[in-house]
């Protein structure tokens, strides 16, 4: 029978319906009923791609006898972390506290007052390398729930008290400047993988948002090392079997240090973030590798994650079953035994993919599969067999089962998307993708967005979401508006961005300035959310400091250059001494050292010489520069859209471009290679 899971609009939850676990969603009513039967709350967090998340549930949740225990003796919570990210930051934050580390599965027992008082991560069925079995976690906090009541609210009350005293202090830190920029390029060298790219050891994660901040210390600075660090880590990622050699697209980390084996889940964020970063590259150095890698994850995205309804559904799945034998395997649909490449394309075109794709009889990865990489020293291959090679291989992988998809479309990384789509559409000269891009943009507006402007976190098939957007979906999308701004000179885009930054100054931002995750009449939890770091993605905090920035540059609002800064004292703060975990910020505010630019270019739209000048515009380096485009804008606000554009003239009735920063403006140019100049361009 059907928990009440059935009716939930999470792909995750969903999955969970037909447990025998009488599964309740995170709601007032599943503590009351804790409370009224006297009973502790386990809490469950997940996501739909997590491999161990779906073990856990084979193992134990769709296990009967343990499904009877956990009925009898707990009110069981199931959350989806995608779609509930300020619950899952607040136990996250517990768990890492209380055992040094964390991770999904989360599992989380707490009062029927959502203290928590025991946690953990994945438990096995069996006991096994030190760690104790699933039930044995049950009845262990079932004894001491009721043989030390005491002891238990003792506890939790202990770990509530432990959380509030982690409130940050970062209000008063300072503007980060050229030498805290400087700090965090150091700290980042001593971390630097020299050999194979990349920060750190195994796990190895895609650093996304420390390369964009690399790329524009390089572009502000001239710095060449931080550009070999961005540019060697892109190539060797785009070499390794991280990246999708036959599809495009980026799995979500590599379990070993060389990128050659990756946890096969495929994220939105990741693609969106690392199809901008690879264009970014493409627009610093001209690598015709960078291009292809930006353009094959772009149309990644389109075709495999884009929604009816034209958003950008969550992840693919790391498990598919596994042609023959009916079982769901990590890497089914992406790896390769050298017999499956003579399959499809003959001994001797097998041959050539088996060098070209670094497939051993061995295998690279488990039961003698490989999982293709492109290696440096690899034979020269002529491009046209190599394209047909690939299409042959991508055709038949089509003909597997194909991993499941989450199809919730979340607003912060769609914001994500469609500033990476906006962008390779107009540096790649592909109008397909801005159209994409904004196709998202307005489902956004039209189901995510209330008449208040404000966001609602998820929808599915085009129905919103019951939960409320967070801290970084009003930064994430706001971002994306601006980058479309600029892309379609529709300035619709940023008035929209405008609503968004409005709402975080008001509804987010404390007196000191620091930013919250939640809103201020959110929903209350033991405590209320608050991280500047990045994760996967960049933080709430950053990416809200970063459109604040780009909004005050557009409109020359002093109030949100204002907010802007007082949030960046948390980059002041940390960017030197965790580089690694704030990129985004130290991105920002590399844009906010440099000025960021600001730039207008006016002209008829029909005006090759205008198109020029706003190709020339975006391709430019400096960092974060706002680019609008646009009819001059007269003193009785008749012409162009934005306020960039106010009362700027042709020069000799011809396209003329304006940069300025700093209060301070460069010559009116009508010639794009003085413009490029102006913005420190390197023309591909």
């Known amino acids: 029978m059907p928990n009440r899971l059935a009716h939930a609009t999470s792909p995750y939850l969903l999955q969970h319906a037909d447990n025998p676990v009488d599964w309740w969603q995170w709601e007032p009513a599943a503590f009351e009923e804790a409370r009224r039967r006297g ?9 739909s791609s997590c491999h161990w998340c779906h073990v856990l549930a084979h193992e134990s949740f769709e296990d009967e006898l343990t499904a009877a225990y956990m009925n009898e003796h707990f009110v069981n919570i199931k959350v989806d972390r995608e779609e509930r990210p300020d619950v899952d930051a607040v136990y996250m934050e517990a768990v890492q506290a209380a055992t040094g580390q964390g991770g999904w599965p989360m599992s989380v027992f707490m009062t029927a007052d959502a203290e928590p008082f025991y946690f953990g991560t994945y438990f096995p069925p069996e006991p096994r390398q030190g760690m104790p079995s699933f039930m044995q976690v049950l009845e262990g906090v079932r004894t001491a729930w009721v043989g030390r009541p005491e002891e238990v609210a003792e506890v939790a009350q202990r770990i509530v008290r432990d959380l509030a005293g982690r409130q940050l202090d970062y209000g008063k830190a300072g503007t980060p400047g050229p030498e805290e920029l400087a700090g965090a390029l150091l700290g980042l060298t001593r971390e630097y993988d020299a050999a194979r790219g990349g920060f750190g050891g195994a796990p190895k994660f895609p650093p996304s948002m420390v390369l964009e901040f690399l790329l524009r210390h390089h572009a502000r600075t001239g710095s060449e090392g931080a550009l070999q660090m961005a540019g060697d880590t892109c190539e060797a990622m785009a070499r390794g079997g991280i990246y999708d050699q036959l599809g495009g697209g980026f799995a979500r980390y590599a379990v070993d240090r060389e990128w050659v084996v990756p946890h096969f889940e495929k994220m939105l964020y990741d693609n969106a973030l690392l199809c901008r970063v690879y264009a970014h590259l493409w627009r610093s150095t001209g690598s015709g590798l960078a291009r292809r890698v930006a353009l094959e994850t772009a149309d990644f995205m389109v075709r495999e994650l884009r929604t009816e309804q034209g958003g950008f559904a969550s992840a693919l799945d790391a498990d598919s079953e596994e042609p023959g034998s009916g079982r769901h395997v990590e890497g089914a649909y992406y790896a390769w035994t050298p017999g499956q490449l003579v399959d499809v394309l003959g001994e001797e075109d097998a ?10 009889d061995e295998g690279t990865f488990e039961h003698g599969k490989s999982v293709l990489q492109l290696p440096q020293d690899g034979p020269v291959v002529d491009a046209d067999r190599l394209a047909d090679i690939k299409a042959r291989l991508l055709a038949a992988r089509a003909e597997r089962p194909a991993p499941g998809r989450d199809d919730k479309v979340v607003a912060a990384w769609n914001g994500l998307a469609i500033a990476a789509l906006a962008e390779c559409g107009a540096y790649f000269e592909r109008p397909d993708l801005v159209e994409r891009a904004i196709e998202a943009a307005d489902l956004l507006v039209r189901v995510h967005m209330d008449g208040r402007a404000r966001l609602a976190r998820t929808s599915k098939d085009g129905q ?25 000179g529709e300035g619709v885009w940023l008035e929209f961005a405008g609503f968004l930054v409005d709402l975080i100054m008001a509804r987010f931002t404390a007196e000191d300035g620091s930013l919250y995750d939640t809103a201020h009449d ?26 604040l920035l780009s909004y005050a540059a557009h409109t020359g609002s002093e109030a949100h250059r204002t907010a802007a800064e007082r949030a960046l004292g948390v980059v002041h703060s940390l960017g030197p001494r965790v580089p690694r975990f704030i990129g985004h910020g130290l991105a920002v505010a590399e844009a906010l050292v440099d000025g960021p630019r600001e730039v207008a270019v006016v002209g008829h739209p029909d005006d090759p010489a205008r198109a020029a000048l706003h190709r020339t515009a975006l391709l430019g380096t400096a960092p974060g520069a706002v680019v609008a485009v646009g009819m001059p804008r007269t003193a009785d606000g008749a012409g162009g859209e934005f306020p960039l554009l106010d009362e700027r003239t042709l ?5 003329t471009a304006y940069v300025c920063r700093h209060f301070v403006c460069a010559r009116p140019t009508t010639e794009p290679v003085e413009l490029a100049q102006q913005l420190g361009a390197v023309r591909p």
């Open 464 to 488: 919103v979401g019951a939960n409320a957007g967070v801290l970084e979906d009003y930064g994430d999308v706001a971002e994306g508006f601006l980058t479309l701004a600029a892309v379609t």
């Open 522 to 547: 959110a929903e209350r939890l033991i405590r209320r959310p608050q991280d500047p770091t990045d994760t996967a993605a960049p933080s709430g905090w950053t990416a809200a400091a970063g459109a």
């Open 651 to 655: 020069v000799r009735d011809l396209p």
């Open 39 to 47: 009973v502790p709350v386990f809490l469950s967090v997940g996501y």
């Open 351 to 360: 041959a050539v993919a088996r060098a070209c794709f670094a497939v051993t």
